[in-house]
DNA sequence: AAATTATCTTAAGGTAGTTTAAGTTATTCT
DNA sequence: AGAATAACTTAAACTACCTTAAGATAATTT
């Protein structure tokens, strides 16, 4: 099937599957189109779905005891998202996960997750590189956030995701930064004036 | 050899390995003693050595260009620690590597490590589950610098972390939880007025 | 044991970021 | 298209955290 081919090439940076592994492993997949602005997961709800983006952008998100939202991270097509903690130990979510647009991912369920190593064992491999690369950028934007300002912080943030800046709002880019909308008001305000 | 029983225990929590392969596994790893206050890996240097803590406590951090430490993790013993962006990339340390009292590790070279997938395919699955711990560990960390007060950080590392809190310093803590030394010297202060 | 060096504390003054509130501009809903 | 809702901006007052500097305490070196 055609529309799979980005989830294989994903999937064959790491590792070299057989045709009947492909099969298999697209077999596992539950296709699913979701318009934008749609919660597919909330917290409390028990996160048994690993998703694939094939094409839009999502956003993982927490609460805090005070209403006040913290971007998790911002997914987009042919990244992997879910709120792993909780996937993995099969706990009920702390996180909330929403389509910013029109999107299409292919879900991976935990019961599927779990037998597809011993089915292809070569899965761990492809799936411990992903976790590397989360954990490695994870631990960058843990240095970031300890040692630049908001602003150096929003600078990266464009350079790093420039497809970003253009989906989301400014409140959302702010709750990822770690500050208040009216304070990145301000930062814009500044760079504006300099050119 | 008696003294590598806690590292293939660390293993076994996950995987399981016939007596060949734990041989093997032994064979290639190095042992080192190395005396408090000493720097295993210091920035520039290519980091190509991941290090398991038989026994002791270690500490990674960066500098930045004002020379202001910050500290990405303590590491004690049964844990796994390097510089995995530059492990895994083989560039040049971005972070220093230091021991915070008299230690010993085992070290396993990139070479080694790369060359263990095929010779043992069952560590993809015990490093996938390390570095998913990583990840999700990291993430929740990401989470509490943005949404918590730097009072409240500290509170949950001496929850987190009550072995470390006696064995290192104020500083160094200050520069875990993103704050100065000053600003952690008054939280203490208050705590102490109220108990 | 003394001297040196690093850590910890205290306090005053400064800055980065927040809060609240009001007004403006987009988006979404009917 | 009009009404409703949410996003974005501006500004003033506030708070969390930083900077600097000095003195006290502890650890390390000689």
Known sequence: MEIYNLILKNINKHITLTREEEEHFISILTYKEIPKRTTIL?????CNQLSYIHSGALRSYCLDEGGKESTIM???????????????????????????????????????????F????????????????????????????LTLKAEERYYRFLNKYPQMAGKVTQKQIASYLGITPEFLSGIRKKQLRRE
């Open 118 to 145: 011993t089915a292809i064992p070569g899965f761990e491999r492809f799936f411990r590189i992903l976790m590397q690369n989360a954990y490695t950028r994870e631990q960058l934007r843990t240095i970031e956030n």
């Open 74 to 116: 911002f997914a987009m097509a042919d990244w992997w998202l879910t709120d792993m903690y909780c996937f993995l130990n099969e706990k009920p979510s702390m996180t909330f996960i929403e389509t910013i647009e029109d999107s299409i991912v292919f879900n991976l369920s935990k019961n599927n997750f779990d037998h597809l």
């Open 42 to 46: 909330a917290e409390g709800q028990i």
